[in-house]
Antibody, heavy 121, light 112 residues
């Protein structure tokens, strides 16, 4: 079964750090791009970060650039989101997602269950 | 960044009636390969987002055929031919032409 499982969400103080993990199974992880999205309470879906299959190409939303870092471990089928200098507005459910086919960058047909990040003092 | 604009933002529909959601982009999503890089997703309460339509008009696996996507360039529509109670949720369009993906604001579909 194709599956993505996120973990690492927690309650953290403003200015703090967290590392989210997304463990993949059931497909050839190293051939797929991976993307992090989030949905803050009362708001819509927002793209956060993208990483190519090899990890050589990375993009960030302006709202997290310079504070978040995406990485992947293709040997262990995991993608990470390292979050630093967290702000109240980073509070959200974070999802990792995979596109419909390897080498594609559209049609996110597999999503994790989400992990909740709460930034509050 | 490409700005996506959806309408309406709220959509009350009676069961069995059709529904339509509009999505417009600030620039054309038509790639040189002839495909429109526009996805539709739905997020139901307590669930992760679910892909409905990709490349503007292709239904994802397992999506009922009452859902259809149409449009080209910068003007797209998601149609539900006959709304069912299980269709309640927030519907989003997302442009995938640029990997700096952007979503519409979301359309909340509710049953009258």
């Amino acid at each position: 079964e194709v599956q993505l499982v996120e973990s690492g969400g927690d309650l953290v103080q403003p200015g703090g750090s967290l590392r989210l993990s997304c463990a993949a199974s059931g497909f050839t992880f190293s051939t797929y791009t991976m993307t992090w999205f989030r949905r803050a309470p009362g708001k819509g879906l927002e793209w956060v970060s993208y990483i190519s299959a090899s990890g050589s190409t990375i993009y960030y939303a302006d709202s997290v650039k310079g504070r978040f870092a995406i990485s992947r471990d293709n040997a262990n089928n995991v993608v990470y989101l390292h979050m630093n200098s967290l702000r109240d507005e980073d509070s959200a459910v974070y999802y990792c997602a995979r596109p419909i086919k390897y080498s594609y960058d559209f049609g996110m047909d597999v999503w994790g269950q989400g992990t909740t990040v709460t930034v509050s003092s | 960044d490409i700005v996506m604009t959806q309408s309406p933002l709220s959509l009350p529909v009676s069961p069995g009636e059709p529904a339509s959601i509009s999505c417009r982009s600030s620039q054309s999503l038509l790639h040189s390969n002839g495909y429109n890089y526009l996805d539709w997703y739905v997020q139901k309460a307590g669930q992760s987002p679910q892909l409905l339509i990709y490349l503007g008009s292709n239904r994802a696996s397992g999506v009922p055929d009452r859902f259809s996507g149409s449009g080209s360039g910068s003007d797209f529509t998601l149609k539900i031919s006959r709304v069912e109670a299980e269709d309640v949720g927030v519907y989003y369009c997302m442009q995938a032409l640029e990997t700096l993906y952007t979503f519409g604001q979301g359309t909340k579909l509710e049953i009258k």
